[in-house]
Nanobody, 115 residues
């Protein structure tokens, strides 16, 4: 079956860095548009970054210049390098895989940024 497993979350001080990973299985990883989303308490899930099959990226304005998404299709893994973290980046981070009308989601990983 399809699995997306996020890892790398944790607690970090403001200004610090974290690197999230999303490992996929059960799908032809390279065929999917991958994305990072986040959901803070009491807020709707929002897109953080998307990365196309060729590696092209798009970012939310709130993370531009601080976050970098990448993918390694040979390892079926996507990454999110998060630098200069702010308390407002605190959320559960999810990865997604989309192909046409089909979407899969991971279980999420908690990122907490303390001030």
């Amino acid at each position: 079956q399809v699995q997306l497993v996020e890892s790398g979350g944790g607690v970090v001080q403001a200004g610090g860095s974290l690197r999230l990973s999303c490992a996929g299985s059960g799908i032809i990883f390279s065929s999917y548009v991958m994305g990072w989303y986040r959901q803070a308490p009491g807020k709707q899930r929002e897109v953080v970054a998307t990365i196309g099959r060729s590696g092209s990226t798009n970012y939310a304005d709130s993370v531009k210049g601080r976050f970098t998404a990448s993918r390694d299709n040979a390892k079926n893994t996507m990454y999110l390098q998060m630098n200069s973290l702010k308390p407002e980046d605190t959320a559960v981070y999810y990865c997604s895989a989309k192909f046409l009308t089909t979407s899969y989601w991971g279980q999420g990983t908690q990122v907490t940024v303390s001030s």
